[in-house]
């Protein structure tokens, strides 16, 4: 059974900086394929990013491209997301998410076989 712990949410003014963090216990994380989600008040969850096993390949919503940067440190268990240029309707509930890597990268929630209790992430205009 994989744990899911993420960390690094708060308060920031538009235009600042943040990055969460995930740490990993109870299986063997090089072996997953790890993403982020979020979830907004009254809103779908929707996928934020995605990370191979390896870290050489990254998938990121369309929404978050080009401010989003994904990555990870196996050594540390760890996946990080660092979030730049963030904006109000980036407020969320970031979840922290894994799958098993033969499966491959998804964008979908529900393929995914474990999950955090996710961390919030506000955003002041």
């Known amino acids: 059974q994989v744990q899911l712990v993420e960390s690094g949410g708060g308060l920031v003014q538009a235009g600042g900086s943040l990055r969460l963090s995930c740490a990993a216990s109870?299986?063997?994380?090089?072996?997953?394929?790890m993403g982020w989600f979020r979830q907004a008040p009254g809103k779908e969850r929707e996928f934020v990013a995605t990370?191979?096993?390896?870290?050489?390949?990254?998938y990121y919503a369309d929404s978050v491209k080009g401010r989003f940067t994904m990555s990870r440190d196996n050594a540390k268990n760890t996946v990080y997301l660092q979030m730049s240029g963030l904006k109000p309707e980036d407020t969320a509930v970031y979840y922290c998410?894994?799958?098993?890597?033969?499966?491959?990268?998804?964008?979908?929630?529900?393929?995914?076989?474990?999950w955090g209790q996710g961390t919030q992430v506000t955003v002041s205009s």
């Open positions: 109870g299986g063997t994380f090089s072996s997953y394929v």
């Open positions: 998410v894994a799958r098993r890597s033969s499966a491959g990268m998804t964008t979908y929630f529900s393929q995914y076989d474990y």
């Open positions: 990370i191979v096993w390896s870290g050489s390949k990254t």
